[in-house]
């Protein structure tokens, strides 16, 4: 009877001892893949973190050099373009059939300012104007007028200096007096260069009308002053910069002997050089 009880007591032992190993072994293997998952996942992230930190700077890198890359030929490109279209504008015929090409027109235009530089596409632009001036309603600020000034008879107008800067002998300018509600067609018959340049004069004629029929425009740096015979009256020109008046000279007199000075010192009779 007491074997029997100690067999018992021993397999109850045994069962005891395999429920705990089998117990310990389901809690390792269940375990094991939580360890691995939280090992894989903090690599990626590391790895992740380094790749980052390798591209950014080659990503900015690159994107300077491509965008010098791309910036420069462009900027290369349109110079190129600029040059060749004055190379271009130069070997084209012009306006006047005096001139062969645009290139004899701006030696000319050079040659009278003493060699000083013109900008040539400027000039090419202007000369295939018909006029050089346009009528404003208003007295443009600019010339500092009184309002007495202003309510005289002047003829308010926007003058493109280059457009007279560009006229050589044998050109034709629109000439418009809005006074005599009309528009001439004035012919450039001389050009003189005067005082190394800084001052040059155009004069000519205007067609179909009877004498007296000049006109005469003399250019300094700013300043441009000019008078247009006509039977009706004489006018006279002046601006400063592109903002100027054409009025009748008889509406200039105050006070029946004062002249309101036009600068005289642009009118001076020595010739340097002429076009003619």
């Known amino acids: 009877m007491q074997s029997k009880v100690k067999v018992f007591s021993l397999s109850i032992l045994v069962l005891i001892a ?12 269940s375990s094991s893949p939580q360890i691995e998952t ?20 080659s990503s900015e890198s690159n994107d300077k050099t491509q965008a010098q890359q791309s910036t420069m030929p462009v900027v290369d490109e349109a110079n190129d373009i600029a040059d060749r279209s004055l190379a271009s504008i ?20 050079r040659a009278r300012r003493n060699g000083q530089e013109v900008q040539a596409d400027k000039i ?29 008879g002047r003829e308010f107008i926007k003058i493109d200096p280059l457009k007279i800067e560009s ?3 044998g ?16 012919h450039i018959t001389d050009v003189i260069s005067e005082d190394e340049g800084r001052s040059v004069t155009w004069k000519g004629y205007l067609d179909g009308l009877d004498s007296p029929n000049t006109i005469t425009i003399t250019r300094g740096s700013n300043l441009i002053v000019g008078g247009i015979s006509t039977p ?45």
């Not at 130069?90 to 235009?109: G, H, K, Q």
């Not at 090419?124 to 005289?152: F, M």
């Open 18 to 29: 395999v429920c705990s190993l089998i117990f310990y072994l389901s809690g390792t293997r």
């Open 38 to 57: 939280a090992v894989s996942s903090d690599a990626v992230q590391e790895s992740s973190t380094v790749i980052t930190k390798e591209t950014k700077p």
């Open 90 to 109: 130069l070997t084209e015929p012009d306006v006047n059939p005096d001139y062969a090409t645009f290139s004899d027109r701006i030696s000319t235009v």
């Open 124 to 152: 090419w632009e202007a000369s295939k104007a018909d006029s050089a001036w346009t009528t404003v309603d208003e007295a443009p600020d600019s010339l500092n007028l009184t309002r007495e000034q202003e309510l005289d």
């Open 167 to 169: 006229l050589v002998h």
């Open 171 to 186: 050109d034709t300018l629109e000439v418009t007096i809005q006074q005599l509600n009309r528009t001439f067609t004035a």
């Open 232 to 276: 009706q009256a004489l006018y006279s020109l002046q601006a400063n910069g592109e903002d100027g008046w054409l009025v009748d000279s008889s509406t200039l007199f105050v006070g029946g002997d004062e002249p309101i000075e036009v600068t005289p010192d642009m009118l001076d009779s020595d010739h340097d050089h002429s076009d003619s």
